[in-house]
């Protein structure tokens, strides 16, 4: 498994963000493809998660704001982030967790991008 993500950047409250990871290797039968953050001097969070049958899962702080399409034919997920808040800065990662499971620790990360959202 190797994640590549892209996208991230600095905007301003309000604005949108579009993140993308692809996975250049094996694939799995159930598996899923999220994004967690940290921000500075908190606690590493699931941001949103998409598993291969097309469930999905949001961090109750992004819902209506965020979605994640997943595309299984590239084994590509992303991460459409609108009305950006500044309480949404932080490192996003990419995330691929094998266990079907949304929210404990995957066992794949892709390297870190950063989303700083200016007041």
């Known amino acids: 498994v190797q994640l590549q993500a892209s996208g991230g950047g600095l905007v301003q409250a309000g604005d949108s963000l579009s993140l993308s990871c692809a996975n250049s290797?094996?694939?799995?039968?159930?598996?899923?493809m999220g994004w967690f953050r940290q921000a500075p001097g908190k606690a590493r969070e699931a941001v949103a998660g998409?598993?291969?049958?097309?469930?999905?899962y949001y961090i109750n702080s992004v819902k209506g704001r965020f979605t994640i399409p997943r595309d299984n034919a590239k084994n590509t997920v992303y991460l459409q982030m609108n009305n950006l808040k500044p309480e949404d800065t932080a490192v996003y990662f990419c995330?691929?967790?094998?266990?079907?499971?949304?929210?404990?620790?995957?066992?794949?990360w892709g390297q870190g991008t950063q989303v700083t959202v200016s007041s």
């Open positions: 290797g094996r694939t799995f039968s159930r598996d899923v």
């Open positions: 995330t691929l967790d094998t266990s079907g499971s949304f929210t404990t620790t995957p066992g794949y």
């Open positions: 998409c598993r291969n049958d097309g469930t999905t």
